[in-house]
């Protein structure tokens, strides 16, 4: 299984500052057909997951453009440009290239 | 509008089965693609995929829980079932259902783009 490590585990934001957070996976995430299926999911508290980002760096609908991902390959990361504060919660890479796929054990994104 | 809802009992005891249902509106599982996967989380802990079914009755399975579950569609009724036998309380979770565009070479995000609200269930004696 490909093995998704997220640091930090918990990353305290001042309000208007930017915030990163780093995905590494134990294998490459390049597919046979050319695409990285690499994601990022937001969980604010008590709701359920909503999708951020695919394949890397594209938006999904409706997600504000303070948020971007980049990477290649092994490693990724999401940033905040400027953090605000209905962005508290808990966000997670996973990967779509491999069966099994697999989750980040998540980044706790909290304000100081 | 796509909408995912997870229906299933709330307590189950150790060793039973679990079943569940994943009951889904806006898209077709006979849709070229599509694809529905059953995720859980327990309490303050992080997501865990279980399995997946495809459009074309394709399953995928979580390496760890495989020998202990089973995925199956009903296209006409679009819902998506899971059993998980011999429950244990590790197992104890927020069990959630979400919509995937699955298809490889074909340009889609392979991303969870839809999610349920999830289902509570703990097993206990």
């Known amino acids: 299984d490909i093995v998704m490590t997220q640091t930090p585990l918990s990353s305290p934001v001042t309000l208007g500052q930017p915030a990163s957070i780093s995905c590494r996976s134990s294998?490459?995430?390049?597919?046979?057909?050319?695409?990285?299926?690499l994601s990022w999911l937001q969980q604010r508290p008590g709701q359920p997951p909503r999708l951020l980002i695919y394949k890397i760096s594209n938006r999904f609908s409706g997600v504000p453009d303070r948020f971007s991902g980049t990477g290649a390959g092994t490693d990724f990361t999401l940033k905040i440009s400027r953090v605000e504060a209905e962005d508290v919660g808990i966000y997670y890479c996973m990967q779509a290239t491999q069966f099994p796929h697999t989750f980040g054990q998540g980044t706790k994104l909290e304000i100081k | 509008q796509v909408t995912l809802r997870e229906s299933g009992p709330a307590l189950v005891k150790p060793t039973q089965t679990l079943t569940l249902t994943c009951t889904f509106s806006g898209f077709s599982l006979s849709s070229s693609g599509m694809c529905v996967s059953w995720i859980r989380q327990p309490p303050g802990k992080a997501l865990e995929w279980l399995a997946r079914i495809d459009w074309d009755d394709d399953k995928f399975y979580s390496t760890s829980l495989k020998t202990r579950l089973t995925i199956s569609k009903d296209t006409s009724k679009n819902q998506v079932v899971l059993t998980m036998t011999n429950m244990d309380p590790v197992d104890t979770a927020t069990y959630y259902c979400?919509?995937?565009?699955?298809?490889?070479?074909?340009?889609?995000?392979?991303?969870?783009?839809?999610w349920g609200q999830g289902t509570l269930v703990t097993v206990s004696s």
């Open positions: 294998q490459s995430l390049l597919h046979g057909d050319g695409n990285t299926y």
């Open positions: 979400a919509r995937i565009w699955g298809a490889y070479n074909s340009g889609n995000h392979l991303a969870f783009d839809y």
